[in-house]
């Protein structure tokens, strides 16, 4: 099981969708980095994510990973946001048959998973139907 | 740079292999590879392996490797790019042998997937996935490629019969090649009505979870023809990277490090994608076969699904794709895997494939990747 500190560190983008702008091309960097992918510049603004946007592509996981077994099966997607930041996470409070490409959606911050009966609770952020 | 030839080729029969830990079935395969060379020098090794440190808890493995090969105190280095491991050894090895630094290497992958749960390996691919952003959020590998399928089924029209004929033909393939870890013919209905994984994606459509190595010895082009096991040659290599995140690639539906990497072996070798005679890819699942021999320019963009379905990718066909069977049947031990195509390219090449023999072939290529493709080896391999 990792330190707290590797969970912690990731809290302003898990909770509060904290993200940057680039200066030089305006891509927005979720997670923040160091070096623009597509400008290589290196000055950024605080940005926070849209919180609404589309599903580009989703899938129903049917055979999870260690620490989700109890959760299968659930639907995860990528949407892109309405600021053009792309990201990926868990459609919930949706049945799989109405999950389509387009689909619009809004993020809620929710809880992840646990690491087992003593460990960190893990939250983060999915995405429910509009 | 120097020509660089392959003269051994080594690999046992894949599965779930209980009785045998790793270092034992990476020694069998090393073993059968400087035998079939004939020539009991070995100068420095590669190996290549995903995540020996998830699957049995051991790093440090070439030395290991070494020590059980009993070749101490040979160089020797582990290389790791997740499923791509495989080829990113056989590269290394290549660049060794070309630069002048080696002579005789010994190129490995190995992977020993069975020690752990389904749960604890579906954990342990995923750590090629995005562990902060994609992982977390409970994602796996093939719910990865099922996202690539849907985005590429929604654009292009692609079918879920189209994605079966993937399985039904390797599995056709591997039917005939005796260390296949799953030799059993499939037909498109059981694979459309076998479990879903991650929707649209099948048990059918994936890989399977498989202990298993391969080895082969590279020399340069001159001391091999000295030799006499027939050389074939390595004249390309290509090594491409990029987003290991799925959400943050430009297009979903495309695999842009295969392509690329696949544009720099052929630019090496100065040959075009139509003077291949045969492919090895990495069919981790049936869409990744589909969206490779687009990226490959084997079928337009949107068009790798009636490419296998028009039987252009079939062992008859007009570019044969995964004459061993692919990963699908022959099996995915991840390390290994890219090895294992060098193996087959160039026993086809050499016209030792048997009933799966592609007749006359005198090119081949091997693509080897890592994640969604986030790493991309490339090479091409020539019968003089």
């Keep these: ?130 | 740079m120097r020509d660089v030839a392959v003269i051994g080729l080594g690999m046992t029969k894949w599965g779930e292999l209980w009785a045998k830990p790793l270092r034992t079935i990476f020694v069998e395969a090393a073993l059968l590879a400087i035998e079939d060379a004939g020539l009991d020098r070995i100068d420095s090794m590669v190996v290549g392996c995903m995540s020996s440190g998830l699957f049995v808890g051991q790093e440090h493995l070439a030395s290991l490797l070494s020590d059980y090969l009993g070749r101490i105190p040979i160089p020797a280095a582990r290389v790791e790019s997740a499923c791509s491991s495989g080829g990113l050894a056989l590269r290394q090895g290549f660049i060794e042998v070309a630069s002048g630094m080696s002579d005789v290497v010994l190129v490995g992958g190995v992977e020993k997937m069975t020690d752990v749960t389904g749960c604890e390996a579906t954990f342990a691919l995923g750590t090629a996935a995005d562990q902060e952003y994609e992982s977390y959020q409970g994602l796996t590998f093939p719910g990865l490629y099922a996202m690539m399928a849907v985005a590429h089924m929604h654009r292009y029209g692609t079918t879920r019969d189209q994605l079966s004929m993937v399985a039904v033909k390797n599995h056709d393939n591997g039917s005939k090649n005796p260390l296949a870890q799953f030799p059993s013919k499939v037909t498109v209905e059981m694979v459309n009505q076998s479990v879903l994984v991650a929707d649209p994606l099948r048990i059918l459509d994936c890989s399977p979870i498989t202990d298993g190595a391969a080895a082969v010895v590279l020399c340069p082009l001159d001391m091999a023809k000295r030799m006499k096991r027939p050389a074939i040659r390595i004249t390309g290599s290509g090594h491409a990277t990029d987003t290991i995140s799925l959400s943050s690639r430009k297009d979903i539906t495309r695999l842009e490090s295969t392509h690329i990497a696949a544009g720099k072996a052929l630019a090496m070798a100065g040959r075009k994608i139509e003077d291949m005679d045969l492919f090895e890819v990495h069919d981790c699942f049936t869409i990744a076969e589909i969206m490779i021999t687009e990226a490959l320019g084997l079928a337009a963009p949107g068009q790798g699904g009636k490419a296998v379905e028009e039987g252009v990718t079939g062992l008859r066909g007009k570019h044969p794709v995964n004459p061993s069977g692919g990963l699908k049947s022959k099996g995915h031990p991840v390390g290994a895997t890219g090895v294992a195509q060098a193996v087959e390219v160039v026993k086809q090449l050499r016209g030792e494939a048997g009933e799966r023999q592609v007749k006359g072939a005198k090119r081949g290529l091997t693509q080897n990747m890592g994640g969604t493709g986030g790493s991309a080896l490339v090479h091409v391999f020539e019968a003089d």
């Design chain 1, 1 to 130: 099981m990792p330190t707290p500190s590797r969970y912690w560190r990731e809290i302003p983008q898990r909770y509060r969708l904290e993200a940057e702008k680039c200066k030089g091309c305006g891509l927005i960097l979720f997670p923040p980095r160091l070096v623009c992918p597509q400008c290589g510049k290196r000055e950024f603004e605080k940005t926070k994510l849209a919180g609404t946007g589309k599903l580009l592509t989703y899938t129903v996981i049917r055979v999870a990973p260690e620490g989700f077994e109890d959760q299968s099966p659930y639907a995860v997607g990528i949407a892109e946001l309405d600021d053009g930041a792309r990201l990926t996470a868990q459609v919930v409070d949706c049945d799989f048959s109405r999950l389509k490409v387009g689909l619009r959606v809004k993020l809620e911050f929710r809880k992840i998973h646990e690491d087992g009966a003593a460990g960190v609770i893990h939250y983060g952020y999915k995405f429910v139907p509009e």
